[in-house]
């Protein structure tokens, strides 16, 4: 059983950035591909990124890409999410996920990932 805690969240102004930690346990975390998906008030959960168990490769929605950095540290058993350029629909609860490969079509459903964390909140003001 794999545990992911998110930190990081906050209140940023539009334009400015975030970096938010994953932190897992209780499982090899070198053997997951490891993920972050969103969900903004009144709206469903959707993908954000992927990476790799190795980080080698990695995959972003339209909406963050250019502007969002997924990165990972096996040794520490934490993924990283650097926002830049946040713009005030980038609020939302932000959620760790884990998966057992980085391959396949259907890496953007939620039902594709067996692992999650509890979320942290980032808000965008205008």
């Known amino acids: 059983q794999v545990q992911l805690v998110e930190s990081g969240g906050g209140l940023v102004q539009a334009g400015g950035s975030l970096r938010l930690s994953c932190a897992a346990s209780g499982g090899t975390f070198s053997t997951y591909a490891m993920g972050w998906f969103r969900q903004a008030p009144g709206k469903e959960r959707e993908f954000v990124t992927l990476?790799?168990?190795?980080?080698?490769?990695?995959t972003y929605a339209d909406s963050v890409r250019g502007r969002f950095t997924i990165s990972r540290d096996n040794a520490k058993n934490t993924v990283y999410l650097q926002m830049n350029s946040l713009k005030p629909e980038d609020t939302a609860v932000y959620y760790c996920t884990a998966r057992g490969t980085y391959y396949g079509a259907n890496y953007a459903r939620e039902s594709e990932y067996a692992y999650w964390g509890q979320g942290t909140q980032v808000t965008v003001s205008s």
């Open positions: 990476i790799s168990r190795s980080g080698g490769s990695t």
